[in-house]
């Protein structure tokens, strides 16, 4: 009998070391993590420029800004509007051209870039885009494209093209075939859409949003908009405000790492630095 009262309290005695195992593991206290100090959000915040003007240029008032280039020492405009549409190289102290092609009326120029010594520009709703000699400016080629055109530029490999909407196209210059589709968007995913004009400056895509005085810088792997510059101080600076209309016009001086700004029907171009705020 003592035997197996023995047993019994043995048995007790391990169910309740047992228990009071589980119950030490079960309510272990849990590690306090800190969000803002975890590394995946670390690069959240998106950087923020604005331009410091260094010098201040004429720009034709008449010239409804499409696309602007910095080439081998040389500016480069493409205009818009049906009638006045135009490709331009500019005389940079004047803002008026040494040499101009005038599209016919039914076209509405829109962005240029330059791809292998070629300057290549679209149209808004045509579906076509020109191909020129980069020095005497004469047509040689024409491509087409399934959406609006915008704003156009390169990254040495694909010809990068916005249709106004939240997405770049990236095309294979040889046959104007799709190569990859990409949506911009800011850091907390909210999309950006009125893409216009673009220019591909040290691995990122600069694009003016239509309507607005922002200039982005978008990351062409993930669509990710990594900074954005507020070119808004720039109209106070303008010789002539009466006409102009939004900022437009991006093109990248890579000897000096300066940029030339400029808009739609603006009176001046500017030289900037970009200065993190």
């Given at each position: 009998?003592?035997?197996?009262?023995?047993?019994?309290?043995?048995?007790?005695?391990?169910?309740?070391?047992?228990?009071?195992?589980?119950?030490?593991?079960?309510?272990?206290?849990?590690?306090?993590?800190?969000?803002?100090?975890?590394?995946?959000?670390?690069?959240?915040?998106?950087?923020?420029?604005?331009?410091?003007?260094?010098?201040?240029?004429?720009?034709?008032?008449?010239?409804?800004?499409?696309?602007?280039?910095?080439?081998?020492?040389?500016?480069?405009?493409?205009?818009?509007?049906?009638?006045?549409?135009?490709?331009?190289?500019?005389?940079?102290?004047?803002g008026?051209?040494?040499?101009?092609?005038?599209?016919?009326?039914?076209?509405?120029?829109?962005?240029?870039?330059?791809?292998?010594?070629?300057?290549?520009?679209?149209t808004?709703?045509?579906?076509?885009?020109?191909?020129?000699?980069?020095?005497?400016?004469?047509?040689?080629?024409?491509?087409?494209?399934?959406?609006?055109?915008?704003?156009?530029?390169?990254?040495?490999?694909?010809?990068?093209?916005?249709?106004?909407?939240?997405?770049?196209?990236?095309?294979?210059?040889?046959?104007?075939?799709?190569?990859?589709?990409?949506?911009?968007?800011?850091?907390?995913?909210?999309?950006?859409?009125?893409?216009n004009?673009?220019?591909?400056?040290?691995?990122?895509?600069?694009?003016?949003?239509?309507?607005?005085?922002?200039?982005?810088?978008?990351?062409?792997?993930?669509?990710?908009?990594?900074?954005?510059?507020?070119?808004?101080?720039?109209?106070?600076?303008?010789?002539?405000?009466?006409?102009?209309?939004?900022?437009?016009?991006?093109?990248?001086?890579?000897?000096?790492?300066?940029?030339?700004?400029?808009?739609?029907?603006?009176?001046?171009?500017?030289?900037?630095?970009?200065?993190?705020?």
């Open positions: 009998m003592n035997k197996l009262i023995q047993i019994f309290i043995l048995i007790f005695l391990m169910i309740s070391l047992s228990s009071c195992s589980k119950t030490d593991i079960n309510f272990k206290p849990a590690v306090k993590t800190n969000i803002s100090e975890n590394p995946v959000n670390g690069d959240k915040q998106t950087k923020k420029y604005f331009p410091k003007i260094l010098k201040k240029f004429p720009h034709n008032p008449s010239s409804y800004t499409q696309g602007l280039i910095f080439h081998n020492g040389d500016l480069y405009e493409g205009t818009g509007q049906y009638g006045s549409s135009k490709l331009m190289k500019i005389n940079l102290k004047t008026y051209p040494l040499k101009s092609l005038d599209l016919l009326p039914v076209y509405f120029g829109e962005g240029i870039t330059i791809f292998n010594n070629k300057i290549y520009q679209l808004w709703q045509s579906n076509k885009g020109f191909i020129y000699d980069i020095n005497s400016l004469k047509k040689i080629g024409e491509f087409t494209y399934p959406t609006e055109g915008w704003g156009i530029t390169n990254d040495s490999t694909s010809l990068i093209v916005s249709d106004g909407s939240n997405f770049l196209n990236f095309y294979d210059p040889i046959n104007f075939s799709v190569i990859k589709t990409i949506m911009v968007v800011r850091k907390d995913d909210t999309p950006v859409y009125n893409l004009e673009l220019e591909f400056i040290n691995g990122m895509v600069f694009a003016n949003v239509y309507m607005t005085n922002e200039i982005i810088v978008i990351n062409p792997n993930t669509g990710v908009i990594e900074a954005s510059i507020d070119v808004s101080e720039l109209r106070y600076h303008l010789d002539d405000i009466a006409d102009a209309e939004v900022a437009n016009g991006i093109a990248y001086n890579d000897k000096t790492n300066t940029y030339f700004l400029t808009g739609k029907y603006w009176s001046n171009l500017f030289e900037v630095k970009l200065i993190e705020e």
